[in-house]
């Protein structure tokens, strides 16, 4: 069956850098892509951007641009997001999930909580 | 960027109960419209896509429907796995948004 398994939790102070992983199995890797959605505790989802599985190809929300850059490795069918600068709005559970028909997300991993502190 | 606005935040209901709930888009969004159930400490789940097409595994009970601007979600007669959080999600133009969520409680 289709899993994303993500990396685990994170303490990271201001300024530093985050680097998630989202590994994946049971389906093709380069035929969908893996979008990142965050929730900040206590609150709403946010769409942070996708990566094809099959070029690589980006977009990212206008929020984060600048900041994020989301990666694959084909070889192992994994997917990685890398927030930068973190502050502590940053601090979030991170959600990887398969991009699915038309952006849609019909597969999510485990979540990862990445909290910002000094 | 796309507003979706969901009404209302917190619906308290019994077993049995239908239990409808609305996402309003702040322009038009064709059918591109998506629902999603999340319990507490787990990710989302895919329930209802293209507006009122059922995810595979989803009980016939979750219901769709809508287009344009205006959506809901119903649940025909809610069971006891069903209170958790709803969102709507849009699926028209990036970046893609979600509504602020509807939190079913059990009455």
């Known amino acids: 069956q289709v899993q994303l398994v993500q990396s685990g939790a994170e303490v990271k102070q201001p300024g530093a850098s985050v680097k998630v992983s989202c590994k994946t199995s049971g389906y093709t890797f380069t035929s969908y892509g893996v979008a990142w959605v965050r929730q900040a505790p206590g609150k709403g989802l946010e769409w942070m951007g996708w990566?094809?599985?099959?070029?690589?190809?980006?977009n990212y929300a206008q929020r984060v641009q600048g900041r994020v850059t989301m990666t694959t490795d084909t070889s192992t069918s994994t997917a990685y997001m890398e927030l930068r600068t973190l502050t502590s709005d940053d601090t979030a559970v991170y959600y990887c999930?398969?991009?699915?028909?038309?952006?849609?997300?019909?597969?999510w991993g485990q979540g990862t909580l990445v909290t910002v502190s000094s | 960027d796309i507003q979706m606005t969901q009404s209302p935040s917190s619906v308290s209901a019994s077993v049995g109960d239908r239990v409808t709930i609305t996402c309003r888009a702040s322009q038009g969004i064709s059918s591109w419209l998506a629902w999603y159930q999340q319990k507490p400490g787990k990710a989302p789940k895919l329930l209802i896509y293209?507006?009122?097409s059922l995810q595979g595994g989803v009980p016939s009970r979750f219901s769709g429907s809508g287009s344009g601007t205006d959506f809901t979600l119903t649940i025909s007669s809610l069971q006891p796995e069903d209170f958790a959080t709803y969102f709507c999600q849009q699926a028209n133009s990036f970046p893609l948004t979600f509504g602020g969520g509807t939190k079913v409680e059990i009455k």
């Open positions: 990566i094809s599985g099959y070029n690589g190809n980006t």
């Open positions: 293209a507006a009122s």
């Open positions: 999930a398969r991009r699915w028909g038309n952006n849609w997300f019909d597969s």
